[in-house]
């Protein structure tokens, strides 16, 4: 069924050159075209620095000022493909020739994806091409979900160490895996603290860090990042003595970046 309304569809267009999502006069005197790809990176990691858990949550944003019923297209695995293409081969491929095709590379595989309307699901199922004729101005193309070759852009190792029942002495260092030419911006890690801290000390290579005792954790704001480089952070929490019994959970380090 899904199969026939995207043939419905597909003769509508091109009968009338309507689509639902788009008015056919639009004009502009430059046509230009932006796409961002904005991701958020989910990781589990031991204290001994093992991947416990790995996986990519991302948005492809769009933004279209384009005039007319432009048909666009683009495709993951791009990299693959031309070098396909350049050998002698044709670009337009089957799923199974695509799939031995990438199988082993570093590729992008989705475990599952949503697309905006506008995309012609069946181009996409049979050769990964996503082809469509976008909306007017901003819009978000498609989400996505991937566990496979997940290059981590950064490492986080950590060592808490209680001294005694009065103190908790932190070692937090982070490196960056990317090239010396990118900056991450706006990096934030939040390392968390027990419930009973009174006072802290702390000192930060780069950035600035401080106690937050509303959210129970040290905020370490680092306003840029460069790529290969590795900053520390130690600190020390003095701690109230309590009559709980109950042991700190120890949560993980939170760290948000662009």
């Not at 048909?71 to 493909?81: M, P, R, W, Y």
């Not at 089957?94 to 590379?105: N, P």
């Not at 490196?175 to 010396?180: E, I």
Request: with cysteine; charged share 25%.
């Amino acid at each position: 069924e899904k199969k026939k309304s995207e043939q419905g569809s597909k003769i509508a267009i091109h009968a009338t050159g309507a689509v639902a999502w788009r008015r056919p006069d639009v004009k502009y005197r430059k046509n230009e075209a932006f796409v961002d790809v904005i991701e958020s990176v989910n990781l589990i990691m031991s204290q001994k620095g093992t991947i416990l858990r790995a996986d990519v949550s991302g948005s492809i944003m769009m933004r279209a000022y384009l005039s007319g019923m432009p048909e666009c297209k683009f495709g993951l695995n791009d990299q693959v493909i031309l070098d396909r293409e350049k050998s002698g081969s044709n670009l337009g491929i089957s799923r199974r020739e695509y799939e031995s095709v990438t199988k082993g590379q570093n590729t992008v595989e989705l475990d599952d994806c949503q697309f905006h309307q506008c995309v012609r699901l069946t181009n996409f199922e049979n050769s990964r091409t996503i082809s469509f004729i976008p909306p007017d101005g901003e819009f978000e193309l498609m989400k996505y979900r991937t566990t496979e070759n997940i290059n981590l852009p950064f490492r986080i190792y950590a060592v808490a160490n209680e001294v005694g029942k009065s103190r908790l002495e932190y070692k937090v260092s982070v490196r960056s895996h990317f090239s010396t030419k990118i900056f991450a911006q706006n990096v934030v890690l939040k390392i968390p603290t027990p419930p009973n801290t009174s006072n802290t000390v702390i000192n930060a290579s780069v950035g600035k860090a401080k106690y937050v005792g509303s959210e129970n954790c040290i905020v370490w704001k680092i306003q840029r990042f460069q790529g290969q480089q590795e900053l520390f952070l130690s600190a020390e929490a003095e701690l109230t003595v309590t009559t709980t019994k109950k042991a700190w959970s120890r949560p993980p380090i939170l760290m948000d970046f662009q």
